[in-house]
Structure formats: structure tokens, C-alpha cells
């Protein structure tokens, strides 16, 4: 071989070694894009599923959320019967004070009565 195949001949390898290449790589790209186009449909149907998890619990947010301000109502009128239960129990203790004070003093007016009928019977 001389010197110009010599040189001539790198050039020609070369050219089937990129060829080669190329189809290897156009073909592995097709297959990557093709195992890509199935987890992508994975993937939009994983989406879609979230989705309508997320729109279900959304609405249950809304359904507890109703339910807490109705609860939170509940509460505050509770604590309003609450307010007027403790003025009435208020009233009805000093009721009670005022009547066993009350008690007290007729049970020493009857006390002096029998006292005095005693005296009177003692005398007579």
C-alpha cells in the first residue's frame, strides 16, 4: 500500500463507522421515544387519577368546612344558653341563701314560741 491508500483509507472507515452510528443511534432513539410514549400515557392517566382524587377530596373540604361553621354556630349559641343557665343558677342561689336565712329566723321565732307556751304551761 502506498502512502495516498494508507491515507485514503481512515477516511472510508470512518464514513461506515458514522453510518453505523447513525442507524444504531436514529434506532435507539425511536426505541427510547417509543418506551417514553408508554409512560407518558402512564403518566396522563396517574394525572387523571390525582385529579379526581383531589376534586373528591376537595369537595369533602367543602362538606366538612360546611359542617364546621354549622358546628361553630352550634357552639356559640351553646354558649350563650350556657351564659344565661349560669345568671339563672346565680339567682336561684341567692334564692336558696335568702330562704334558708329566712328558714333560720322562723325556726328562732318558733323557738320563742314554744318558749313562751312553755312558760305560760309552767306557770299555769
Sequence with gaps: MTKTENAK???????WIWFVVTVVAAFGITFFVMDDSDELEAL???NT????????LEEKNKL???ENSSLEES??????????LISDNE???SDITY?????????????EAYEIIDSYEGEN
Design 9 to 15: 483509507q481512515p477516511f472510508y472507515k470512518n464514513i
Design 49 to 56: 387519577t390525582l385529579q379526581e382524587k383531589n376534586e373528591a
Design 99 to 111: 330562704l334558708v336565712e329566712y328558714v333560720s329566723e322562723l325556726e328562732a321565732a318558733l323557738n
Design 64 to 66: 366538612i368546612e360546611e
Design 75 to 84: 357552639m356559640v349559641s351553646l354558649e350563650e344558653e350556657m351564659e344565661y
Design 44 to 46: 396522563e392517566e396517574a
Design 91 to 93: 339567682l336561684l342561689y
